[in-house]
């Protein structure tokens, strides 16, 4: 039996990320639903020099357990 993978997932365009610290975000005690790998919880992102803006945002936090080797689709033959 072999396993062969299917599909390489295409890397994610790194020009429209915007690295934050954790203390730039406030994470509600509210979740809004949970996947497989990850919980989403209702969040706030603290931005402006005064730390004075603050959007709503959705944070998936990734279960510490979780193996994302799955993410990786196999078919057998
Ligand atoms: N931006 C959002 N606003 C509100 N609720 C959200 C948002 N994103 C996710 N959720 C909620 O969290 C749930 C899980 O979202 P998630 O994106 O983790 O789904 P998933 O891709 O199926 O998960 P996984 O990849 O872990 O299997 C959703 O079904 C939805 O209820």
């Given at each position: ?8 997932p295409?890397?994610?365009?790194l ?34 020099e ?18 994302l ?9």
């Amino acid at each position: 039996m072999y396993l062969k993978k299917l599909t390489t997932p295409s890397a994610p365009n790194l020009n429209n990320i915007r690295l934050i610290t954790l203390n730039q975000l406030k994470i509600d005690k509210k979740k809004l639903g949970e996947g497989e790998f990850a919980a989403v919880y209702a969040a706030k992102l603290i931005l402006g020099e005064n730390s004075d803006k603050k959007f709503p945002v959705a944070a998936k936090l990734i279960h510490p357990a979780a193996d994302l080797s799955h993410s990786i689709e196999y078919v057998r033959f």
